[in-house]
């Protein structure tokens, strides 16, 4: 068996409206930032060998702060949804229609899942980064449709673990767990 943490960066401000940030390179906002120390903390505990991360901000630079070995990962920018003109195709079928200026979801999940084979090796690993590909590798690992991964909610600092076994089994102990939790942050 082998470790799979997925972690979805902190929170940058712009997703809170609505807005898909895809390339748009924003920080994790201060509020993000303030958690941070803790999620830091959390994750330390679980034993992690290495992180896999996209190559923006938002998920570089914290995954660099772990002091883990990284190896950083090339991962329609800012607009609200309801602001995109010339979409309507895309909103009718997300997966296979790219909105303009974007990409389609099945194309960012090929990039994501090309990337994990590419990165991942039998050792805790954790990758840190966005809601889209994190959705499709997960989606991936539990044979689910890439359309239903779509339905998957992801928070910011929210923690996946997926247990992986030989002949491409995964089992799913958790998945979107608030990062620092509960226990970890004084709450309990």
């Known amino acids: 068996m082998s470790l799979l943490l997925l972690l979805r960066h902190g929170p ?30 959390e994750l330390l505990t679980l034993g992690l060998e290495r992180v896999l991360c996209s190559d923006l901000a938002r998920a570089r630079e914290h995954a660099l702060d772990l002091g883990l070995p990284c190896r950083i990962l090339p991962a329609w920018d800012g607009l609200p949804w309801a602001g995109i003109t010339g979409a309507e195709a895309f909103f ?3 997966v296979a229609t790219a909105p303009p200026g974007g990409e389609a979801f099945a194309a960012c999940a090929a990039r994501a899942l090309a990337a994990l084979r590419e990165g991942l090796e039998d050792r805790p690993t954790l990758v840190l980064a966005h809601g889209g590909p994190l959705r499709a590798i997960l989606a991936d690992h539990l044979g689910l449709p890439l359309d239903r991964a779509l339905d998957l909610a992801w928070e910011p600092f929210g923690l996946t673990r997926l247990e992986r076994y030989p002949g491409g ?8 767990r608030p990062l620092p939790s509960a226990a970890a942050s004084g709450i309990l």
């Open 169 to 176: 089994r995964a089992v799913l102990r958790y998945h979107n």
């Open 92 to 94: 009718q079928d997300p």
């Open 12 to 41: 940058t401000g712009a997703g809170r409206a609505g807005a898909p940030l895809g390339r748009l390179d924003l920080p994790v906002d201060p509020a993000g930032q303030a958690r941070w120390p803790q999620v830091r903390a």
